[in-house]
């Protein structure tokens, strides 16, 4: 879920290289314009996502899904994409079987913060944790750095000087570093693998940031 994102996208290619990967599922608006036959590209109506339950019987999912409140143009709007499409998503999987959750967050989740962006990603998390999937890695990154087809002010100014304040956040402030969106798609690919091989058959809850993150982009 969210292939046409930064992130996403990486990670939808990184599958489709993977040769430990047979199929990678994609539920999008609008195609990739990605060749693979490893490719099951689905054009769905994601207010509708229920139609097509049939596509989330899958080994695991992924969940890239967001966008910005500008964007969106409304609170109400960035809820639905943020929180319901996701949660929905979620449910589905977990209906048809799926065990296994990567999910895309963000740096300062909780559901009871005063910042809206960052309640609603808490209460998202919330959601499905209480879902049962056996194997949760939650992605707490922090501004993502990548080139996007879309232009976002206030984060191209953030990467302008990040460099630089990233060189200032030591210690329990290196969680809030901005990191490549390249390196968050293949801590998850990683991660992905990897829990498919996974023999403690107890439920796993990861909830990964910067640190974390970069040590799993390195293990593949």
């Given at each position: 879920m969210g292939a046409t994102g930064l992130t996403g996208r990486?990670?939808?290619?990184?599958?489709?290289?993977?040769?430990?990967?047979?199929?990678?599922?994609?539920?999008?608006?609008?195609?990739?314009?990605?060749?693979?036959?490893?490719?099951?590209?689905?054009?769905?109506?994601?207010?509708?996502?229920?139609?097509?339950?049939?596509?989330?019987?899958?080994?695991?999912?992924?969940?890239?899904?967001?966008?910005?409140?500008?964007?969106?143009?409304?609170?109400?709007?960035?809820?639905?994409?943020?929180?319901?499409?996701?949660?929905?998503?979620?449910?589905?999987?977990?209906a048809a079987g799926v065990n296994r959750l990567i999910l895309?967050?963000?740096?300062?989740?909780?559901?009871?913060?005063?910042?809206?962006?960052?309640?609603?990603?808490?209460?998202?998390?919330?959601?499905?944790?209480?879902?049962?999937?056996?194997?949760?890695?939650?992605?707490?990154?922090?501004?993502?750095?990548?080139?996007?087809?879309?232009?976002?002010?206030?984060?191209?100014?953030?990467?302008?000087?990040?460099?630089?304040?990233?060189?200032?956040?030591?210690?329990?402030?290196?969680?809030?570093?901005?990191?490549?969106?390249?390196?968050?798609?293949?801590?998850?690919?990683?991660?992905?693998?990897?829990?498919?091989?996974?023999?403690?058959?107890r439920p796993v809850i990861n909830v990964r940031e910067y640190?974390?993150?970069?040590?799993?982009?390195?293990?593949?």
């Open positions: 990486m990670v939808v290619e990184k599958l489709l290289k993977h040769t430990g990967v047979s199929s990678v599922v994609v539920p999008v608006r609008r195609s990739l314009g990605l060749k693979s036959p490893k490719l099951a590209e689905h054009l769905v109506d994601f207010d509708a996502l229920e139609s097509h339950s049939e596509i989330f019987k899958v080994d695991a999912l992924v969940c890239c899904l967001g966008t910005t409140i500008k964007k969106a143009g409304s609170q109400e709007a960035f809820r639905k994409v943020d929180y319901e499409y996701a949660h929905r998503a979620a449910k589905l999987a977990r895309m967050s963000a740096i300062g989740a909780s559901a009871q913060s005063t910042v809206f962006y960052s309640r609603v990603k808490g209460e998202l998390e919330d959601a499905v944790r209480g879902l049962g999937f056996d194997y949760l890695s939650i992605y707490h990154p922090s501004l993502l750095l990548g080139d996007r087809k879309e232009h976002r002010t206030g984060e191209a100014i953030g990467m302008a000087v990040m460099p630089l304040a990233n060189r200032a956040l030591i210690g329990p402030l290196q969680k809030y570093r901005a990191i490549e969106a390249e390196v968050v798609a293949a801590a998850m690919v990683n991660e992905l693998i990897e829990s498919a091989e996974a023999k403690d058959s640190d974390d993150i970069r040590r799993l982009a390195k293990q593949g």
